[in-house]
């Protein structure tokens, strides 16, 4: 504890007597200031104890008084200390009953008892009070390395929640909780997740102090890791402000923790170097070899139906984002996940079909889609789409290749159409015509009908909607006549017309099926 009026009043050598403010007297003192200036606040910070003779003070007068001692009030000054015998033989009444009237501790010094004694004794009880909190900071850093070396983080929180006499909290890099000490303080941490995510925004290392939920608590946020992006996050919570002790256990965690997850650092990129050999096994139709290869890495993944996700990014920003995503959801549930970086601006995932991962990542899409909608025009065009991905059907080992194909079959969809996700299962179920809505598509059909067009629009007749009822009635002339009410000799007239103007027969299948593709990306785009 840091020095009080209190336990000067108790120190024998001092000799003080109060003589006003006796409630008062548990006040911490920071310092000891001695100045006989009318009005000394100037050169005041707050929490000293001032001493004086009142050399240059009508210590008689009440009005003097009562302005002064307001003053030294306002300006924090937590005890007037007023040496007797050498101005006055006895502290003025007047200095007295304001000194009680506003609260402030006045000790009377005797004159055997020089000001110096006193500053001596405030500087030994401030030397050996931040001795004691040096010495409990190197204990509390002891017992949280122990910690940290026998029961790894979540030891460590343990260890800072009781050395604190508060609560912690450990966040990934997304921003979710991974642990808490006290385990009851797992809902506190929750709601600070939208705090956490502020503060990775920030250039690291950052830290701030928020409010606890509610205003249960005063709450410490410091962000973990030497990198340009924050590899996670430490939330302190305690009912007060920390104290020098406290402040080295925390500060010990940071460091701690920092290690930790730079040490995991490193074992992750192994752990991605042997993810791409894995899957370079896969593809290339070697699933034993990979088997061998991922040893336990992977648990069943390779054992179980899989997703593959492949995702393209013009920048490595939102792919940093989708890895993050997935992988903080895979470690929450439990589940094994692949990832493997394919250069900056490629990502291939396997997840487990039906998993978390999986699951995380069409919602990351679709609050992604949703924030692409929002943006105007200038923001977001064709050209800027920064993220998109393709996700396979459930495959196996043996299939994998097969995955990864339909995986970039749906990316190479999601480009075209400007949308964030694409399955492959939605292409299999969907219908044909929404691809045609490729501008090359649409440019082909323009070119391949423009003959046909040009010589409708000069009233000769209508080629374009006599061949479109004679596709869709599969050369059925009777039928194809009655839908245009015409004769089936004006039909077959007509038909004729459009090969001498094609140069094409309509007796070719692949003929028949280009105009009718042709005709469909036309209707399309009116």
Avoid at 114 to 138: E, H, L, M, N, W
């Amino acid at each position: 504890m840091p020095p009080t009026l209190a336990s000067l009043v108790h120190h024998s050598a001092l000799k003080l007597t109060v003589r006003a403010g006796e409630d008062h007297l548990d006040v911490p003192v920071r310092w000891v200031h001695a100045s006989e200036l009318a009005d000394p606040v100037p050169y005041m910070e707050g929490g000293e104890l001032l001493l004086i003779t009142a050399l240059k003070l009508d210590a008689e007068d009440p009005k003097a008084m009562r302005r002064y001692v307001k003053r030294l009030v306002g300006a924090g000054v937590v005890g007037l200390g007023f040496a007797v015998g050498v101005n006055y033989d006895e502290i003025p009444q007047a200095l007295v009953d304001t000194a009680g009237e506003e609260g402030l501790p006045l000790l009377e010094v005797p004159r055997r008892t020089p000001f110096i004694a006193i500053s001596k004794a405030v500087s030994a009880a401030i030397a050996a009070d931040q001795y004691r909190s040096v010495t409990a900071g190197f204990a509390a850093q002891r017992e949280l390395t122990k910690q940290a070396l026998t029961d790894g983080p979540e030891g460590l929180l343990s260890a800072l929640a009781a050395q604190v006499d508060g609560w912690a909290a450990l966040y990934d890099a997304s921003g979710a909780v991974v642990a808490t000490a006290p385990e009851w303080a797992g809902r506190r941490a929750a709601r600070l997740t939208a705090d956490v995510e502020r503060l990775r925004d920030r250039p690291a290392p950052a830290s701030s102090v928020v409010g606890g939920p509610d205003n249960e608590d005063r709450v410490e946020l410091h962000t973990l890791g030497t990198g340009r992006r924050p590899r996670a996050a430490l939330a302190v919570g305690t009912e007060a402000a920390l104290g020098t002790a406290e402040r080295y256990a925390v500060h010990s965690a940071i460091a701690l923790l920092t290690l930790t997850t730079e040490r995991s650092r490193s074992l992750q990129a192994a752990h991605e170097r042997i993810g791409a050999a894995v899957l370079r096994l896969l593809l290339a139709g070697h699933p034993d070899h990979a088997r061998a290869v991922a040893g336990d890495l992977y648990g069943g993944l390779l054992d179980a139906p899989f997703r593959i996700i492949v995702g393209e990014s013009t920048d490595g920003e939102p792919l940093d984002g989708l890895a993050e995503v997935v992988e903080s959801a895979a470690a929450r549930s439990g589940e094994a996940v692949l990832v493997v970086a394919e250069g900056p601006e490629r990502l291939v995932v396997l997840a487990v079909d039906g998993g978390a991962a999986v699951e995380a990542c069409g919602e990351y899409a679709a609050t992604r889609e949703g924030e692409r909608a929002s943006s105007t025009t200038e923001e977001h065009t064709g050209d800027e789409d920064d993220l998109v991905v393709g996700l396979s059907a459930p495959a196996g080992p043996i299939a994998a290749a097969g995955a990864y194909k339909q995986a970039e079959q749906a990316l190479s969809v999601a480009r075209r159409r400007g949308r964030v996700l694409v399955e492959h299962e939605q292409l299999a179920a969907g219908s044909v015509l929404p691809l045609l809505a490729d501008d090359a598509v649409r440019a082909f059909a323009d070119g391949l009908l423009r003959p046909l067009a040009e010589h409708d629009a000069t009233g000769r007749g209508d080629l374009v909607a006599s061949l479109r009822a004679w596709l869709s009635r599969h050369g059925q002339w009777d039928a194809a006549a009655a839908d245009l009410g015409v004769h089936r000799h004006t039909l077959r007239y007509r038909m004729r017309r459009v090969e001498e103007i094609l140069g094409r027969s309509l007796d070719d299948p692949d003929v028949r099926m280009e105009l009718w593709l042709a005709l469909k990306a036309t209707a399309a785009a009116e």
